[in-house]
């Protein structure tokens, strides 16, 4: 905390981290995945100035290993065949037991992100959690991964938890960005971690659920920049190489381009309009209130922003088909969805539109810069493939059927208030390395510990 | 939101704002207090580097317009006269009716705010809300704050809500200062709102209870700058002209402020010990954990730091002790309340330490450095005249009976979770222009509305 009277703590600390990344990388715990280090380990140098391209350096995802099959859920649910994976886009949906909470997921997928680039647990300088799945309405979640650095002697951490719906990720990824470019930041690293748990009553919102978190790490000379200046004209989807959306279901996404280029096709001169935006002149007249409820506009748009739609956004909703809605992290998963589906070169110059969104409401639009730089052992490079694992690892979850999935939803509501009990259930149901709840007593303390990798 | 892809919105509303300073101010609404305006009403430059001394410009605290006296308290609990009123510290305390509730509390405190500096409503382009009174688990207090602003035309707010017990205002107040000197910042003013309504069930934890928020705005050329650089040498109280800290009961400050002295003492050279620190040479050899329990060292160290406690601390808990714990707004209450009994030409120049505290636990010390213009007409001048009203507003509130005060949080317990509903109680009992909740419909709406000034 840069505003302290007395630096001499952190100069200690920093001096600390800086021996530990030079002198004992192999000190660290072993990670459960491909080892290699994304980011440089060693702290950076703090100027009086904003330092250059302020944004996302590594990126860890985690999600429940056990899922539900959307065509089981219709057939369970006596809907008709492509309600779900058709009407909503979802294919899979994850779901946690009452072995795993909001604690649990984040100090999991944080303990992920520091394994897989290897960095010293004090070479993080903040950490911030954005979630709307509140256990405790005063206690931070933040305050309980700090448990995970609490060997490394690290107790010098900035940052709590955030919320508003599900925008509660991109408001911890811009106070991190802004604590980076402030006269606050200590030259560490800041976290940035966000999710939630999706639970719906059954009925026709339940398959919108899902369950996940993700982790960032935020810091100068990042492959993936948050743009710091506008451009002087109303953009298009023609400036955007990539474009995503936070994600309640697939089909919305779909939708939400489509009407992306819409905007487009209205502001647009009369000659482009007739070439570019086919099918779309018999709705240039209508009133923008009565756009939003006409289902020939709808069908129109879809057709007409198909192609735009598979090339710039299709990617990006990998995960969130195959694991529904994890809120707070559900852009960061679709950011996570596109970099595992696209080549680095691909990606790289490119730049990403990102729409946020949380009820109530809060929303962003924004958009990340790729670094030019494609090759092997670049910062992009490394940070693509340290996600070309997602779908392996998707595919690596156990299928459960709608009964399982309906009995765990129960007794997740059963045990909600409950004090004094350990979870059922075994945790060799769990990925190897994931966190879990162990016990709640009974002054509701939870503890917790690790599946080992 | 300065890293939207496009900023026509914004330029346009910043030209706006622009338009309504210079040019109609009387088109405020009219305030509740004395009228004059602390900060310039014109957005500030952008700049690509840190802008100087960002800090605080203006603050405002609002407290319930009720309290029950705490010998009255101690009476009706049947204690021994001055458990509370010197064993704690607290001489009254403030409370709410089911009238009022976090929403109403943070609607009234930024309200008046604008009013008092009249400010253009569009002038506001960060807002985030620090609290541990959560009614909702996932809408932010700040997406109701929002409401405020419609009028205006003003959507364009960065900020949500940020959550870790009694710390939340502090990281609001450092995410805001971080904003002003990112590239995000858009030259607007950022605004911090913390306040909380702290109930205890009846018994020893009582009269700990409190309630009030605290709005501050926060931009460039402070009065009350967050001072940037560290010293380079461990600080001791005499680097501070006045010491703050988090309050949740006044006893508890006065031995914080010992312990600090405590520890200037152990770091002392031995001529400084003997001559600065009279009585506490005995207690040089303790072991640290031994001390925190020792009584007789808290008696010598209260009486060897009573001059201190006096000249540095005892002002700034003129609000706590007259309106209790406030949790994340009572570190703000304690600056106000300082700023209230203090001349300008004291304060001018001094350097304000600040122990901002969050069980679970967040915690900072940081401090402010006090502008040294004292003149009349000056930022800090117009700072502190804001809040001289202080005491007599304490004074105007009405004095309610245990038995009342115990009703009334009965009734609070009773309407919790009630739906469709109209609080009971007449609101000509809340101070004028205070907000409060009108309604709660079926499905937990919340609906406000406004005593007249």
Redesign the interface.
């Known amino acids: 905390?840069?505003?302290?009277?007395?630096?001499?703590k952190r100069v200690l600390q920093v001096k600390k981290a800086m021996q530990e990344a030079s002198l004992s990388p192999a000190s660290l715990l072993p990670g459960a995945h491909q080892r290699f280090s994304t980011v440089p380990a060693v702290p950076l140098a703090k100027t009086?100035?904003?330092p250059e391209n302020?944004g996302i350096l590594a990126l860890e995802v985690y999600f429940p290993a056990q899922y539900v099959d959307q065509t089981d859920l219709e057939k369970y649910n006596n809907v008709e065949a492509g309600r779900y994976t058709v009407g909503l886009g979802q294919t899979h949906m994850g779901f946690c037991s009452v072995q795993e909470d909001i604690n649990s997921l984040c100090l999991t997928v944080v303990q992920q992100l520091m394994e897989r680039t290897q960095l010293p647990w004090d070479s993080v300088g903040r950490l911030e959690v954005g979630t709307?799945t509140?256990i405790d309405?005063?206690?931070?979640v933040?305050?309980v991964l700090m448990e995970l650095f609490q060997d490394s002697g690290n107790t010098d951490i900035?940052?709590?938890?955030?919320?508003?719906?599900c925008?509660?990720g991109t408001?911890s990824l811009?106070?991190a960005?802004?604590?980076v470019?402030?006269?606050?930041w200590d030259g560490r690293y800041a976290m940035v971690v966000c999710g939630d748990i999706a639970v719906y009553p059954s009925g026709n919102a339940r398959p919108t659920g899902g369950a996940g978190a993700v982790a960032m790490l935020v810091g100068p000379k990042a492959p993936l920049a948050?743009?710091?200046a506008?451009?002087?004209?109303?953009?298009t989807l023609d400036?955007l190489q990539f474009m995503i959306f936070h994600t309640p279901f697939c089909k919305m996404v779909q939708k939400s381009l489509a009407r992306l280029m819409f905007n487009d096709f209205l502001s647009a001169s009369s000659n482009t309009k007739t070439s570019l935006y086919k099918g779309l002149e018999d709705f240039r007249g209508l009133k923008l209130e009565d756009t939003y409820t006409n289902k020939d506009l709808d069908k129109a748009l879809q057709k007409a922003s198909l192609d735009m739609f598979n090339k710039k956004t299709k990617a990006s909703l990998y995960l969130s088909t195959h694991n529904g809605n994890t809120y707070t992290s559900s852009l960061y998963g679709c950011l996570a969805s596109l970099l595992s589906q696209h080549s680095v070169q691909d990606l790289a110059g490119s730049r990403i539109?990102a729409f946020s969104y949380?009820?109530?409401?809060?929303a962003?639009?924004?958009?990340f810069r790729v670094s030019q730089d494609a090759s092997p052992g670049s910062p992009l490079e490394k940070l693509v493939s340290s996600v070309s694992d997602l779908p392996k690892r998707l595919a690596s979850r156990k299928r459960m059927s709608p009964e399982e999935f309906t009995e765990i939803m129960d007794q997740r509501e059963q045990f909600y208030h409950k004090v004094n009990f350990s979870p059922p259930g075994d945790i060799s149901s769990l990925f190897p390395g994931t966190w879990y709840l162990e016990q709640v007593d009974e002054l509701h303390r939870r503890k917790y510990a690790r599946r080992p990798v």
């Open positions: 905390m840069q505003r302290l009277l007395t630096s001499v009086d100035t904003w302020v709307e509140i309405k005063s206690k931070a933040k305050t900035e940052g709590i938890d955030t919320t508003n719906a925008y509660g408001a811009f106070n960005a802004n604590w470019e402030s006269s606050s948050l743009e710091r506008g451009i002087d004209r109303p953009f400036d539109g949380g009820s109530g409401l809060a962003s639009f924004f958009s």
